[in-house]
């Protein structure tokens, strides 16, 4: 199938020929659904700290950044903000010259109340000699839409969403970058320094370098911290071959082979490589302007606080395994706590089994890394969400699991998405140090059988690309997980343009 040139391509991006054979395998044929238990809910495995156990969990993580630990804030940022604007292209496109649907009405409505309209103004004024006010007057609605968009104009259209302008204040006007360099400040800064990590696309990484060597002094004087940015690319490893429907490998016009991004479930190994005990995951966009920063900061507290709880019993359970002289009042114990606080199920035959066979597999279960998962009440936002699973050992545990994961056919799994009463929203705190200071390879702790297949395209010919497991569901399937509930005031996500007029996106408040 592959020829020497193939063999060669394949070689320099650091891919096995065994790992291209897989991938084509599952071009060809799918991957499996999962087995579901249930919708995770308060009633199952979701935690709802009282007031009271939140004060205590938001304490210990202010105890445990004392102790001097090492903490990331890992923002997945690649990727341009094109998706964001989809609206704003067809309109350009678009046969009549006016704003005729209502997202076309509510963006020129609420043009005021962007925190890129200075920027779109002068632009505005560079290219047309005119402001957006008067190109309103005049009709002239197309063009200001590619003031904002093109390359001439603010290119808003290639750009890394990081760096659009989201937030106008008194003084200033920031980008999701900025303001995740603000949380990181807020709720992860240890030792005096504050650590926060971006992943971000090759062609963006200079734009990214400079917006924070423009910043970064001053945020730090602000909040009397060292701010350590640093950035990685998606590895060329991670790309996935493209394929044809029945297997065989997609080439391009000039018979080599097609290789495409393999998803941010690729990131697992930017991850893995973090330098840290503790690390944030939060999208890029999911940020809001300082006067509605409180709910979000406590809220990153209270879940990094159960975290270094949970992970602390862990390790006392396992150094307790350790011991050698372990009692089978001591095993059951520790398998208690890993069927009432970590929710994974205890195989009903590990009751007879052997006193070695229920350490081994009380081993087996907590050694692994461990994550504590924000979810928020389902307001029917697209996404993943909350369930208890059934892993390839035929033990059921928490997962966070996409709609593509899920049989269509099977119609108690659709309802339990359909009625599932919560929603993940990217909101992470993750343990990946073992409980002998080693970091997890986190790649062993991947299923590589929850891939996603798409239809795209290529120089107009149909090809099917695949992508490896998502960061948060796939990638982390053999991970200790606990779903924690948190305030719906804390998931404030920018898929459109819109949502940026929405209140919780406005940095000034009307008077």
Known sequence: ???????????????????????????????????????????????????????????????????????????????????????????????????????????????????????????????????????????????????????????????????????????????????????????????????VHFTVSHDHMPLFRAKVEQVIKEYESRYGICINASFSEQKPSTDTIAGNADGTPFRQEDGTLLFRPGGHGSLIENLGEMDADVVFIKNIDNVVPDRLKAPTVDSKKLLAGILVSIQQQAFECLESLDEGNTTIETVENILGFIANVLHVSIPEGLSAASLDEKISFAKRKLNRPMRVCGVVKNVGEPGGGPFLAYGSDGTVQPQILESSQIDKNNDDYVNMFKNGTHFNPVDLVCAI???????????????????????????????????????????????????????????????????????????????
């Not at 005729?100 to 005021?112: L, P």
């Not at 904002?148 to 890394?160: D, F």
């Not at 795209?456 to 497991?469: C, I, T």
Request: glycine share 6%.
């Open 1 to 195: 199938m592959f020829t020497q040139h193939d063999i060669e391509q394949i070689g320099n991006r650091g891919i096995a020929i065994e790992e291209i054979n897989r991938q084509l395998e599952h071009i060809k044929n799918g991957f499996p659904y999962l087995r579901l238990e249930a919708a995770a809910s308060v009633e199952n495995c979701i935690m709802v700290p009282t007031d009271e156990e939140a004060r205590v969990y938001r304490n210990t993580w202010g105890d445990y950044l004392d102790e001097g630990h090492r903490v990331v804030k890992f923002v997945p940022a690649s990727g341009a903000a094109s998706r964001m604007f989809k609206n704003l292209f067809s309109f350009i496109s678009a046969d009549y010259d006016e704003p005729t649907t209502d997202f076309e009405r509510a963006f020129f409505d609420g043009i005021k109340h962007f925190a890129f309209r200075e920027a779109l103004c002068a632009k505005c004024r560079d290219l047309y000699g005119k402001r957006i006010m008067q190109l309103k007057q005049e009709g002239r609605y197309k063009d200001i839409v590619r003031a904002l968009l093109m390359p001439e104009g603010l290119n808003y259209g290639n750009l890394p969403k990081g760096l659009l302008q989201f937030h106008e204040y008194d003084n200033e006007v920031r980008t999701p970058m900025e303001e995740h360099l603000v949380e990181a400040a807020l709720y992860a800064a240890s030792n005096g320094e504050a650590n």
């Open 433 to 511: 140090r073992d409980y002998k200071g080693q970091r997890f390879n986190l790649s062993d702790f991947v299923d590589e059988q929850t891939g996603f297949i798409s239809d795209k395209s290529a120089a107009g010919r149909e090809l099917k690309a695949l992508e490896r497991p998502g960061l948060w569901n796939g990638a982390m399937s053999d991970w200790n997980t606990v779903f924690v509930e948190v305030p719906l005031d804390t998931f404030n996500p920018v898929k459109t343009v819109n949502d940026l007029l929405r209140p919780q996106h406005q940095g000034k408040v009307e008077e």
